[in-house]
């Protein structure tokens, strides 16, 4: 599986991104799919979840401000961000667990200017 996440950018506060992440070499639609992020000098922490499904999960960081989803067809994950803030700077990766490995893309740099 390769995934390939896109989209990061410099944005000031209060604006929006939306990252895509392309899946490539799997069955994207029975994959659970994930975006975490890894801010410097901090640990990985997961932003948002979605199942086959398309059941939701968000940190509570982001919930309210941040919507993630899916588009089988393309075999792509999304995820909306609105009302960016300083703290949400960090590297975003786009993971999933196929058959009990994981799988990370290269991640997608969010700088959000104050």
């Known amino acids: 599986v390769q995934l390939q996440a896109s989209g990061g950018g410099l944005v000031q506060a209060g604006g929006s991104l939306r990252l895509s992440c392309a899946a490539s070499g799997g069955i994207f639609r029975i994959q659970d799919m994930d975006w975490y992020r890894q801010a410097p000098e901090k640990q990985r922490e997961l932003v948002a979840s979605i199942s086959t499904g398309g059941r939701t999960n968000y940190a509570d960081s982001v919930k309210g401000r941040s919507t993630i989803s899916r588009d089988n067809a393309k075999a792509t994950l999304y995820l909306q961000m609105n009302d960016l803030k300083p703290g949400d700077t960090a590297v975003y990766y786009c993971?999933?667990?196929?058959?009990?490995?994981?799988?990370w893309g290269p991640g997608t740099l969010v700088t959000v200017s104050s």
């Open positions: 993971h999933t667990n196929y058959f009990r490995r994981d799988f």
